[in-house]
């Protein structure tokens, strides 16, 4: 069965730093990936998504991934994260004909002033 | 409406008792996903409504979850004898299609229950 793991809990980043959250999926297809921010007290915005071509895909917000396959990987990227962006993100991953994503079970950023 | 709507945003019930959470998605989305989050814990998908067709039913975690869907459009996760494990925050998302296609998925603010 897929899977996707977020090896990192919790980060926290000093504001204007840059910020890389790791994501790895499992599964033999060539996946859709993406990315989903929660913000307190709110529902789950998608910053990002991959789904064929250029592997770097650019998102809302200043963010960026890039998929690796020979890694099984999705990380995304910031180069200069702002106190708004703590929240907690998670990666999900879908396939052709699955009907639904599966998530990772989320990491959770704070942003130090 | 704009966006997914869910109600109640809170619900505090008795263990044993019977709860009913409520998705009304974003109009013209013919997919309708119930996930489930628990503390700590990623989105576990519970089960997917697609138009007319039976739905996908393969992640609700016991006989006491059901859910419908009227008229292809609002739907109603209900959680019958409520356990204390079941405090969670249910997540409702709809989608033009299949999520694992093209089709990018809409979450509400969800439904946080909270079981005595």
């Known amino acids: 069965a897929q899977s996707v793991t977020q090896p990192d809990i919790h980060i926290t980043v000093s504001e204007g730093a840059s910020l890389e959250l790791r994501c790895n999926y499992s599964?033999?297809?060539?996946?859709?990936l993406f990315w989903y921010v929660q913000s307190p007290g709110q529902g789950l915005q998608l910053l990002l998504k991959?789904?064929?071509?250029?592997?770097l895909v650019q998102g809302i917000k200043g963010f960026e991934a890039e998929f690796k396959r020979s890694q099984s990987s999705f990380n995304l990227r910031k180069p200069s994260v702002h106190w708004s962006d703590a929240a907690e993100y998670f990666c999900?991953?879908?396939?052709?004909?699955?009907?639904?994503?599966?998530f990772g079970s989320g990491t959770r950023l704070q942003v130090q002033p | 409406g704009a966006g997914v709507s869910q109600s109640p945003s809170n619900k505090v019930t008795e263990k044993g008792k019977d709860v009913e959470l409520r998705c009304d998605p974003i109009?013209?989305?013919?997919?309708l996903y119930w996930y489930r989050q628990s503390l700590g814990q990623g989105l576990e998908f519970l089960i997917y409504?697609?138009?007319?067709?039976?739905?996908?039913k393969s992640g609700l975690p016991s006989d006491r979850f059901s859910a419908e869907r009227t008229g292809g459009s609002v739907s109603t996760l209900t959680i019958q004898r409520t356990q204390q494990e079941d405090s969670a925050v249910y997540l409702c998302?709809?989608?033009?299609?299949?999520?694992?296609?093209?089709?990018?998925?809409?979450f509400g603010e969800g439904s946080r229950l909270t079981v005595l």
């Open positions: 998302a709809s989608s033009m299609g299949l999520a694992g296609g093209t089709g990018e998925l809409f």
């Open positions: 599964y033999g297809a060539t996946p859709y």
């Open positions: 991959y789904f064929s071509g250029d592997t």
């Open positions: 999900a991953v879908g396939y052709t004909g699955r009907r639904a994503l599966t």
């Open positions: 109009s013209g989305h013919t997919a």
């Open positions: 409504f697609q138009g007319n067709s039976a739905p996908d």
